[in-house]
């Protein structure tokens, strides 16, 4: 298998993309994220040296499979509707562990590391936030889940009084708005002619 970038940023696509139909569930899976390849980097770092290179595939498999699950199981147990609005999202986080130690993401610096995981952060919130913003017309409309409560009150923060653009919610509606968001940032940086 080719070491290639282009791979492992674009598995991080899907979550982008359906994960961030609001700011609480990008937030939150993205903490998951941090949190399971952490885990994920400390355990791998901890057993490399003792395997072999042909079991370190199987090896980093069950651990990215085991970590990602119990994560689930936590964030299950921990608010019940935020778990089922990220649903198989989180799955993908196992992948993501396996592919980002086979392209030696976790012996890389940790600034490099960092940079990626903030970066994936930021995407993953800026996103969240505009298709909430533009759907809903609120922001941090499902805070509660995230907070591990139920409270069935709380609207979030609301701009609009008629909701928005339903749209934006929706998976379509984000490949749209990461479309246009990345045609702005080309025009931006476009060289001077």
């Given amino acids: 298998m080719i070491k290639s970038p282009f791979l492992q940023n674009s598995l991080m ?8 139909g609001s700011l609480v569930s990008a937030v939150g899976l993205w903490l998951m994220f941090m949190a399971v390849t952490s885990a994920f980097g400390l355990s791998m770092n901890a057993l490399r040296p003792r395997l072999l290179s042909a079991s370190r595939l ?22 019940l509707q935020w778990h089922q609005q990220m649903g198989v999202y989180a799955g993908l986080i196992a992948v993501q562990c396996v592919l980002l130690e086979h392209s030696g993401y976790f012996q890389s610096s940790l600034a490099d590391r960092l940079r990626m995981c903030g970066v994936f952060g930021v995407l993953m919130a800026g996103l969240g936030l505009l298709r909430e913003l533009i759907g809903y017309g609120t922001i941090a409309r499902h805070l509660p889940w995230l907070a591990g409560s139920a409270q069935a009150d709380w609207q979030g923060w609301a701009l609009s009084a008629d909701g928005g653009l339903r749209l934006a919610i929706l998976a379509p509606g984000g490949f749209i708005l990461l479309g246009m968001l990345v045609a702005g940032w080309q025009i931006w940086h476009r060289p001077a002619p």
């Fill in 13 to 20: 696509l899907a979550p982008l993309i359906g994960a961030t």
């Fill in 58 to 79: 199987l090896a980093s498999v069950l651990i990215a499979a085991t970590l990602t699950s119990c994560a689930e199981l936590g964030a299950q147990a921990w608010s």
